[in-house]
């Protein structure tokens, strides 16, 4: 694919050509979605349950083409002038997040496989996947154009996977809080882009550093109100208090698998936008988004840890609540080693990255194990846990597993490991208060992780709360959410004894 070439003598060539492997992997989750949505026209209702399948195929071919890719070493959509500035570059980060999205929707799509029965299944997977592309193609952005329509291709399918359970007005009542606040938040976020092109006359980020370098004096202010207007908008997407009153109720009124995935890829992608833009984009304003980023990250880590902490057992959809607000602590948390990199060197963003991972294998955990206490108890309370342990072991492990993991309890060694490694990068930045802030705010998530866990292996009380009933035996499962349970059961067992496997990610600078 080519674009026509200037003739003119001595004018640079305007010919591209496009590394088709490059972008393998956003380009077959967009070209697996328009196909499921097609193919929805000509499939019955008794075969629906095929474009899950379909779906699910899609994202495993999607994550197949990163092997190849492992190099590192791949940029297309380069500019021919000589600066060698790219709008596509499949280096090190780019892969780990894109492995990290889209990993994170395949077992998104495993827990809604055989559960779409309500939903529209074309609409369905059509977003997911969609959502699922953009989310893949935002970490490789090189330049601010490609950076906003990502997140925008990411973000608009998942307003409505929100509110796409017909007639349940919570479910509709979250899609437009999540919509009208997200809207706000990227209008915001053009306006600082808007401001940083003007100030640069260019949208390649690593130009865009080398001009920042040196701007004229009368446009400085102009150009850092772009650079902190540019963060609000990315702030919103991770959650970042206070930019994370959307939360809570989007994850109660979302389908489960929904949630699950608004918690970790969502999550990701405003965390590689963020580290994307502060790092290659304005790393000669780092005393601005440093102590900016450094604030938010206590700030955020408090709220969520503090919020979850007066969840009411009782309360319907109490566990989902919970998880909620925990990934509003655990937002803190990634936000530590990006305001430290303003501090020391890039290097620490390894450390967010490392902890991306930890999070996302445990928390989809969570999630699928709430899907399927979801299906015997609709309330979903943190009550109905009570006494997993005695009709459910096997999940009943794997749940307290998961909730140690993201305390930093053994023998969730990887959650701890990951807890260390950010904290480190806090110390390492001479950032000793917000070390001080974090290992508070640990303590404080140990106590709900830990009544939680406790709960699974406690016997019901007699006779009576509502909705914690035994569950009916002998009822069936649905196997893919077997499987999804299984694979990141075996996921966080293997970093557990493999640390390096991911920690090795905190040592090295990857880009």
């Keep these: 694919m080519t674009v026509a070439a200037d003739s003119a003598p001595g004018a640079a060539s305007l010919v591209q050509s496009v590394d088709w492997l490059a972008i393998a992997p956003p380009v077959i989750a967009a070209s697996v979605a328009l196909i499921v949505l097609v193919a929805d026209l000509f499939v019955g209702e008794r075969h629906k349950p095929l474009l899950g399948y379909g779906a699910v195929a899609g994202l495993v071919a999607a994550l197949a083409t990163l092997v190849p890719l492992r190099a590192g070493d791949r940029s297309t959509f380069c500019l021919t002038d000589g600066s060698q500035a790219c709008s596509y570059t499949a280096d090190h980060f780019a892969l780990v ?29 059509f977003l997911l996947l969609a959502s699922a592309a953009g989310a893949a193609l935002l970490p490789a952005a090189r330049d601010l154009a490609t950076l906003v329509v990502a997140l925008e291709v990411a973000s608009l399918p998942a307003f409505a996977l929100v509110g796409i359970k017909r ?17 706000v938040a990227t209008a915001v976020m053009l306006l600082g882009v808007s401001f940083v092109y003007a100030t640069t006359g260019t949208m390649h980020l690593t130009e865009i550093a080398a001009r920042l370098d040196d701007v004229p004096g009368r446009f400085s202010t102009l150009a850092e109100a772009g650079v902190v207007l540019t963060l609000v908008g990315f702030a919103f997407k991770t959650a970042a208090a206070p930019f994370h009153f959307w939360v809570p109720d989007t994850y109660v009124g979302a389908p489960l698998p929904i949630a699950a995935y608004l918690s970790v890829v969502g999550k990701a992608v405003g965390f590689s936008g963020l580290v994307l833009v502060t790092v290659i984009g304005f790393p000669s304003y780092a005393d601005v988004w440093g102590p900016a980023l450094a604030v938010l990250a206590a700030l955020t880590m408090t709220v969520g840890n503090v919020a979850a902490l007066r969840q009411t057992a009782t309360r319907a959809r109490s566990a989902v609540r919970l998880l909620a607000w925990s990934s509003v602590g655990q937002a803190g948390y990634l936000l530590v080693p990006i305001a430290a990199a303003a501090y020391s060197s890039d290097e620490q963003i390894g450390s967010t990255v490392a902890y991306a991972l930890m999070y996302a294998v445990v928390n989809l955990g969570a999630f699928a194990v709430a899907a399927l206490v979801a299906r015997t108890h609709p309330g979903n309370r943190l009550s109905d846990y009570r006494g997993l342990y005695a009709t459910r072991p096997l999940a009943a492990l794997a749940m307290g ?25 806090a110390v ?21 992780y830990l009544r939680w866990t406790a709960a699974l292996f406690t016997a019901p009380e007699a006779g009576t ?8 035996p002998g009822h069936r499962v649905p196997a893919p959410l077997t499987l999804a349970i299984v694979l990141t059961a075996v996921a966080g067992i293997t970093l557990s004894g493999a640390p390096q496997l991911i920690l090795r990610f905190a040592a090295v600078s990857l880009f």
């Design 167 to 183: 007639g349940d007005r919570r479910s509709s009542e979250a899609a437009l809080k999540f919509f009208l606040s997200s809207v």
């Design 465 to 472: 709360q509502p909705g914690t009933a035994p569950q009916a």
């Design 97 to 125: 997040i894109q492995a990290l999205v889209l990993g994170g929707a395949l077992l998104t799509a495993l827990l809604s496989v055989g559960d779409t029965r309500k939903l529209p299944a074309g609409e369905f997977w």
């Design 428 to 448: 390492d930045a001479d950032l000793g208060w917000l070390a001080v802030v974090m290992a508070v705010n640990v303590v404080i998530a140990l106590y709900y």
């Design 401 to 425: 597993f998961f909730l140690l993991c993201l305390a930093g309890l053994p023998p969730g060694v990887i959650g701890l490991f990951a807890k260390v490694t950010v904290f480190s990068a």
